[in-house]
DNA sequence: ATGGTTGCTTAGCAA
């Protein structure tokens, strides 16, 4: 077979509200995997029904009214994990890993960080620190491994619509990109890059003053991966379509193809 | 400019 794996991210702002895009989206991009953040409903209460019947597997780690991730897919998930291995306990879900179609697909909601001077920007740094060991301990950048999710950071001034205004806040902060960038210098790429050097691209905007209207974004969901996926990668996109239909996320989806030839 | 908008839960928080 030489069809290419599809795999994307979407943070949807609550899966009950947008749980009919989330399908349009499946039907219309057919995604191999679909990595979600910010479900926003626990466990329990997920519509894991509407996927099933749709011959679709699904594995969460979430939690009531806040966070939550998810990845949906319609082959076999396996070896699925939640939150940091080993370590304490971390009240938010933000963290789950599957194996699918021979890849460790590992999908991250970052903490948003409200301000820099706040006890959640001290958290994210951690959260974000925290990672970074979970890769080095647990993980193989000789391995088809693939980070993604919204990882609440735009790594530089291509990914800001206005730089300036941004400098040193949450998203664009020094400490952030630093943190954010270990994961790379452990060995990954973002597979974004090795397709598109131009600026203006982003994948979220905000709701208010019409955001999305006026080209006011970020791109801060990412889709990072080791050696042996970067040098099969055919494409990434943001695909802005959804952030366009009614009642939107502030989120667009972001999808890369990988050409087959990785597994061992 | 400390506003603006959306979702969850029901007035306030988180984003």
Known sequence: MHTPIAIATWNVNSLRSR??????????????????????????????????????????????????????????????????????????????????????????????????????????????????????????????TLLCGDFNVAMDDRDVYDPPAWAGRVLCSDPERAAARAWLEWGLEDVFRIHHNEGGIYSWWDYRGGGFEAGRGLRIDHIWVTPPLAARCATCDVLPEPRGWEKPSDHAPVMALFEPGWKP
């Open 19 to 144: 749980l009919q895009h989330v399908h349009r989206f499946l039907r219309e991009a057919s995604p191999d995997v679909l990595c979600l953040q910010e479900l926003k409903c626990a466990d329990k209460d997920l519509p894991a029904e509407s996927f099933r019947a749709r011959g679709y597997h699904l594995a969460s780690a979430c939690q009531k009214t806040y966070n939550g991730v998810a990845i949906v897919s319609p082959w076999e998930l396996t070896d699925v994990s939640t939150g940091f291995s080993g370590g304490e306990d971390d009240p938010q879900a933000r963290l789950i890993a599957a194996t699918v179609c021979g890849i460790r697909v590992i999908n991250v909601y970052v903490p948003n960080g409200d301000q820099v001077d706040s006890d959640k920007y001290a958290y994210k740094l951690d959260w974000m620190a925290r990672l970074r060991n979970e890769l080095k301990h647990h993980h193989a950048p000789a391995l088809p």
